[in-house]
């Protein structure tokens, strides 16, 4: 696929959408009178944000060793999500392809925008069943798919992703926000070679940084640009564009956090292992397990109960709940809680 190819995959009204531009965003001043966006002159947050996200973008470019124009910023890696539906998919036409179970923002989104969800159910092991998705990537109303890796909620890498992106007539999108806590390698690498590929990553979970709202939307220039078209101007705040910012400034205290999350997530499995109740505990390439319980609904309310929060809400993998890695104290709570059921 070129990049050409690419325009043909995008909505008529969009390829024909002039982007909101900032003129003081897109030009170079020394000290100007900002007397332009009615803005109040008083207080320490009375301008608004940068709409191109310059400084981070530019800051993340060198970090990835990936051009500052194919990163997308997002308010989160779910307004991503939104705007790449938006994008490419014609309400009430087009269809988006997704893993099942897998992160449920995809099928939220697209049934928002009109879209018909297709789930890919995976096999036992999680896995896309290739002949499956040879199958349905035929009908040319599919624009999009999702790949989630390591995939939430089961926890596993997805194997062979370039096959998925070589063979799909549309655009593939790999959500990588667990990518962090995963041996498997980032399919970022491959922008470059394959210009309907988005890679997604978030700073919400490694990262520590949920409550700022900031995701990254890797791809072709050309996609980039259709974000940045699409996208409204002052997505990224400016507190939260500061405090990437400083973060990125400080590798050690990330490095730091994650190696002792990865720490937990082997403790926390030794534990499992020896807790009667369970009756699996799927391999794991993320900061969560997804395990198997004799009695999924007596346990989830027990930990209820004792204001323990985890999640159950995939009726396919119905005797299932997603536990994730907490700091010690919170993993030994657990665990106690565990074993008295
Ligand atoms: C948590 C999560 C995200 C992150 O979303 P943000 O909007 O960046 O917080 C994205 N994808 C998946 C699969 C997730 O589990």
Not at 84 to 98: A, G, M, N, W
Not at 108 to 113: D, G, L, P, R, V
Request: glycine share 2%; hydrophobic share 40%.
């Amino acid at each position: 696929m070129t990049t050409l190819d690419i325009q043909k995959f995008v909505r008529k009204n969009i390829q024909e959408l002039k982007p909101y531009i900032s003129f003081r965003d897109n030009n170079q001043f020394i000290k100007p009178l900002m007397m332009d966006a009615n803005e109040s002159p008083f207080g320490e947050f009375n301008r608004y944000p940068d709409s191109t996200h310059k400084n981070l973008r530019d800051k993340i470019s060198a970090f990835k060793n990936i051009a500052a124009n194919q990163i997308a910023l997002g308010n989160g890696s779910d307004e991503l999500i939104d705007l790449i539906i938006k994008i490419f998919c014609e309400p009430k036409k087009d269809s988006v392809l997704v893993m099942n179970p897998s992160f449920a923002m995809y099928g939220f989104y697209a049934s928002i925008n009109e879209n018909k969800v297709l789930p890919l159910n995976l096999n036992e092991k999680f896995e896309i069943v290739k002949e499956d998705f040879l199958n349905s990537s035929k009908e040319n109303q599919t624009k999009l798919l999702f790949i989630c890796s390591p995939n939430n909620p089961t926890g596993n890498s997805i194997s062979d992703i370039e096959f998925y992106i070589k063979n799909f007539q549309g655009i593939v999108v790999v959500d990588e926000a667990y990518i962090e806590f995963s041996e498997q390698k980032s399919c970022l690498e491959l922008i470059n070679e394959y210009p309907n590929l988005i890679v997604l990553q978030t700073f919400s979970k490694a990262w520590g940084l949920a409550g700022a709202r900031v995701g990254i939307a890797y791809s072709s220039v050309e996609i980039t640009n259709l974000i940045y078209t699409v996208k409204s101007p002052f997505n990224v705040n400016i507190l939260s564009q500061n405090l990437v910012l400083e973060k990125l400034d400080q590798i050690e205290d990330f490095q730091n956090n994650l190696n002792e999350i990865l720490k937990e997530r082997d403790w926390l499995k030794n534990q499992l292992l020896s807790v009667k109740c369970i009756s699996k505990i799927y391999p794991t390439d993320a900061n969560f397990f997804l395990i198997e319980f004799e009695n999924a609904e007596k346990v989830y309310s027990t930990l209820v109960e004792n204001e323990i929060l985890t999640s159950k809400r995939f009726p396919q993998i119905p005797n299932c709940i997603r536990i994730n890695v907490g700091n010690r104290n919170e993993n030994e709570i657990l665990i106690n809680t565990l074993k008295n059921i």
